[in-house]
């Protein structure tokens, strides 16, 4: 996003470790780690002429490429709870769960606006919620419109709530290895909790403890 010019003061700060104050000729010696972060693909924007080349390869001593949410799914419930717990707090509501059909919403979704998209749209949860546990009609009507078309049929017919809850929760486990512990804590239950819904979709005998 830098201009050219300014990616030539940038560059020459990096090279010779010093900067000039405004309206300044004495030159001040810096000892600086440099981070950087852009959404843009920088060889494409060096080939198009908006990014100089020299300061590109100053720059990439390090990379780290971070995917987009939508490649990460098994971030969204634990980033959710984080989100959730914090806007809870700085607006002192009492909220502290996402419901199963709410959660297999926001999991449904591919977040084109990444990270800040979600919380967001936890943010705004948090704010209509009228329970301590958010559901699905605190969530953004595209969400849920999202959700409607990627429901998978069963037998050529829709599922139903209970089906969509089981199904959500044999997910969870199979990402989570299994682990009963680490798949509570994602959905947001305590482990008594989860054993009762394992018992009552049948799924107890199935599963490692």
Same mark, same amino acid.
């Given at each position: 996003?830098?201009?050219?010019?300014?990616?030539?003061?940038l560059?020459?700060?990096?090279?010779?470790?010093?900067? +000039?104050?405004? =309206?300044?000729?004495?030159?001040? /010696?810096?000892?600086?780690? &440099?981070?950087?972060?852009?959404?843009?693909?920088l060889? @494409?924007?060096?080939?198009? =002429?908006?990014?100089?080349?020299?300061?590109?390869?100053?720059l990439?001593?390090?990379g780290?490429?971070?995917?987009? &949410?939508?490649?990460r799914?098994?971030?969204? /419930?634990?980033?959710?709870?984080?989100?959730?717990?914090?806007?809870?707090?700085?607006?002192?509501?009492?909220? @502290?769960?996402?419901?199963? %059909?709410?959660?297999? %919403? &926001?999991?449904? #979704? @591919?977040?084109p =606006?990444?990270?800040?998209?979600?919380?967001?749209?936890?943010e705004?949860?948090?704010?209509?919620?009228? !329970? $301590?546990?958010?559901?699905? *009609?605190?969530?953004? /009507?595209?969400?849920? $419109?999202?959700?409607?078309?990627?429901?998978? !049929?069963?037998?050529?017919?829709?599922p139903?709530?209970? $089906?969509?809850?089981? @199904? #959500?929760?044999?997910?969870?486990?199979?990402?989570?290895g299994?682990?009963?512990?680490? *798949?509570?804590?994602? +959905?947001?239950?305590?482990?008594?909790? +989860?054993?009762?819904?394992?018992?009552?979709? =049948?799924?107890?005998?199935?599963?490692?403890?």
């Amino acid at each position: 996003e830098m201009s050219l010019g300014m990616q030539v003061k940038l560059l020459r700060v990096i090279q010779e470790r010093e900067v +000039l104050s405004l =309206g300044s000729t004495q030159a001040i /010696p810096v000892d600086i780690r &440099l981070i950087t972060a852009t959404h843009r693909n920088l060889l @494409d924007e060096v080939t198009a =002429g908006r990014f100089r080349q020299d300061l590109y390869y100053r720059l990439d001593v390090v990379g780290l490429h971070l995917p987009p &949410l939508a490649e990460r799914r098994d971030d969204i /419930p634990l980033l959710a709870f984080y989100f959730l717990r914090k806007h809870a707090t700085r607006m002192a509501r009492a909220v @502290d769960d996402i419901d199963s %059909t709410a959660m297999a %919403t &926001l999991l449904d #979704y @591919d977040y084109p =606006g990444n990270i800040r998209e979600l919380e967001n749209i936890m943010e705004r949860a948090v704010t209509l919620a009228q !329970e $301590e546990q958010l559901t699905v *009609a605190s969530l953004p /009507p595209a969400l849920v $419109e999202n959700a409607v078309h990627v429901v998978r !049929e069963k037998a050529g017919r829709l599922p139903t709530l209970v $089906e969509r809850e089981a @199904d #959500y929760i044999r997910y969870v486990l199979d990402r989570s290895g299994q682990n009963r512990t680490q *798949a509570a804590k994602i +959905l947001g239950i305590d482990r008594v909790s +989860l054993w009762r819904k394992l018992k009552k979709y =049948g799924m107890e005998e199935s599963l490692h403890t």
